[in-house]
């Protein structure tokens, strides 16, 4: 979760059509949830709601090799009624344009797995 | 090659909808080769997941390493996958991303094999273990750019 609080762009996982599709995403943590935007009319929100759905983020550091990720699964779910997530979520989510009024995604941390990956030494058992 | 939902106004680049620019096949197989971590997004037993993996190209082909048995291996085997690379700019907004579907197998052609360890891919957790090489045969490939909001 702290490492979850770090970043603002992830990429959620969703099975569409039966094949397996991944896209970049704006999020925020709002009350212990991840919660996206997205557009009324899109791939996006018709395939997100109510699917189970994966969403990941990580932070790598290429030259140091090393870095982490985590991923939450869980069914997405439509914040109905809710314009606003407040004024520091509006900054992050904010400049994601599109026509229409944006629906906002929610995505439960049911499932929360993540890894750390630190540089490799050859041959070595951790 | 999937065309953008509309063409945006008259403009040197191609924008979708939503006024991200639409980026041709060739600037996504440049970025593609250009990055050395992506996501490979696939769904086992019915649940979708995404992990990341250092990766490089084959040709047209993403190849990266796993380990005998991994979860990952049994997972993507002759299924189909989606692959995802991007880079973001947080303080100015812009950014860029990169979406691949396929198909992956793992590459068991000796040849191959030799050919892929020459590559700059340098697994980051037990090298020991990551013995085995799966490559995505690209079917698909999408990417789009975000420049400023306004």
Known sequence: MDLLRTRSIGRVGLSARSLPVVLPVRYVLWDDMVVLRAAPTTTMADSVIDAVVAFETDHFDETAGQGWSVMVQGQARELEGVRSLGPEAESVLGSWRGPGEARHVSIPMTVVSGRRLLPAVEGASR | ????????????????????????????????????????????????????????????????????????????????????????????????????????????????????????????????????????????????RIRNAP
């Not at chain 2, 106004?9 to 992506?38: F, M, N, Q």
């Not at chain 2, 390493?65 to 002759?78: C, E, F, H, N, Q």
């Not at chain 2, 396929?102 to 697994?123: F, I, T």
């Not at chain 2, 990551?130 to 490559?135: G, K, L, T």
């Open chain 2, 1 to 144: 090659m999937t065309a953008p939902h509309d063409a945006g106004p008259s403009d040197d680049a191609v924008t979708d909808w939503s006024g991200l620019e639409v980026l041709g096949v060739d600037e996504c197989r440049r970025l593609l080769a250009a990055s050395a971590v992506g996501r490979v997004a696939f769904v086992h037993d019915g649940s979708p997941s995404i992990l990341p993996v250092n990766f490089a190209m084959d040709g047209a082909a993403i190849v990266f390493r796993t380990g005998v048995g991994s979860k990952l291996a049994a997972a993507v085997l002759r299924r189909p996958v989606g692959f995802e690379v991007d880079s973001w700019n947080r303080w100015n907004h812009t950014g860029w991303s990169v979406v691949a579907t396929g198909v992956a197998d793992e590459v068991v052609d000796p040849d191959d094999v030799a050919r892929l360890a020459e590559l700059p891919v340098r697994p980051w957790t037990r090298p020991d273990l990551r013995s085995h090489w799966v490559r995505i045969t690209v079917e698909e490939l999408t990417g789009r």
